[in-house]
């Protein structure tokens, strides 16, 4: 927790040992030297590296991705930082290294991101769902949105395919992103070969014992009550779609445990 | 309207083509004025059925889909080539999620084929 440049102390002497090491390499001769005090100069200047990359933090990266971009960022700040401008190099490096880590979460964001037509367009529906939910009590028909919002039934199903989407990839990435893509679909047919061999009933007990309150709540009042999602959403104060979710997911979570048992 | 003409799907009995048939089931639904949770709801009811016929389905076999459709409700039959002559398990998680979800289960093998079909209806009442 305690990085170097927390320290005044520290600040000092990293801030002199800087400038003798850009000195040194101003008048630096052959190659050897050079690329010695540029090594010099990176390894100085991780802990500015690392500092950035921690208010990146818990975006879903793990941090030793960010501090690795980031430490680009710095070589790229130390081979083109002029001395002689008479700025500290901390301060010309920062916007670089934050500038590196950006780009690499925008374009790690790029093949999951979902279009900006698509995303207003969920936003929109999102609304439109709940202000008809109310007046309607019970959810909107796909005709009742598109009425609502000026737009086509197909635009509608559009923008609710499209957040199914996004919540697949979502959960798919959550987990153990590298061995292998592979998504609920993926899944669903294997599983069940298993199951053939299960005992359903008695083994589904203690998963369902396992479930966090709020899941069990939430299977119970849909399987057992016969509630619709809105309903459930409405009595538990979260979303449909997070309602949508959860049911997936839960649903997915006992198939897997079935399939472990 | 009340004479809708059915609809027939034929698509590889693969894991990879159901979200291609959940969403045509949306598609439908959405024609026939189901709500957003009718929808959400048959979407996973195709996927359970299709977990049922697709379990010990023939490799390289077909998955046939029928929709019977009517004014606010449909009728879906899911079926898929066979390699184990059973009867789709009425056992499994897939079926119980599947009971909750649709009316009038049936579950066969017709011709080599697993068979699973279920109904529908938008909770719409017909007279708003």
Known sequence: MSSPLSRAGDIRTTKEASAELFAALAVAEDDGDRSRLRDDLVRLHLPLVEHCARRFQNRGEPLDDLVQVGTIGLIKAVDRFD???????????????????????????????????LQELRMSIGAAT????????????????AGRLGITVEEVMEG???????????????????????TMLDSLGEDDEALEHVEIRESIKPLLEALPPRE?????????????QS????????????VSRLLSRTLESLREGLEAG | MTDQPDVQLRLPAENAYVSVLRMTTAGLAARLDFTL?????????????????????APEGKLSVGFDLDEGSMR??????????????????????????????????????????????TSVVASS
């Not at chain 1, 190099?89 to 925008?106: L, M, N």
């Not at chain 1, 709940?130 to 949105?145: D, F, K, V």
């Not at chain 1, 069990?216 to 619709?228: A, S, Y």
């Not at chain 2, 879906?76 to 599947?98: C, G, N, R």
Request: glycine residues 8%; hydrophobic residues 40%; negative net charge.
């Open chain 1, 160 to 182: 609710v395919e499209s957040a199914n989407a996004y919540s697949t990839l979502s959960l798919d990435a959550g987990d153990n992103s590298d061995d292998g893509v592979s």
């Open chain 2, 76 to 121: 879906v039959t899911v079926a898929a080539d066979s390699a184990d002559e059973a009867t789709p398990d009425t056992e499994t998680f897939a079926w119980q999620v599947l009971t909750a979800l649709g009316n009038d289960l049936e579950a066969g093998t017709v011709e080599g084929q697993k068979s699973v079909s279920f109904s529908v209806s």
């Open chain 1, 216 to 228: 069990k709540r939430i299977l119970l009042l849909r399987f057992f009550r016969g509630m619709t």
């Open chain 2, 37 to 57: 949770d009718d929808i959400e709801d048959l979407r996973m009811a195709v996927g359970e059925a299709c977990a049922l016929v697709l379990d010990g389905a």
């Open chain 1, 83 to 117: 001395a002689e401008r008479g700025v500290e190099f901390s301060t010309y490096a920062t916007p670089t290294i934050v500038g590196e880590i950006k780009r690499y979460f925008r374009d790690k964001g790029w093949a999951i991101r979902v279009p900006r037509r």
């Open chain 1, 231 to 242: 309903q459930i959403a409405a009595e538990i104060g979260v979303s449909q779609m997070h």
């Open chain 1, 130 to 145: 709940s202000e008809l939910s109310q007046q309607l009590g019970r959810a909107p028909t796909p005709r009742e949105i």
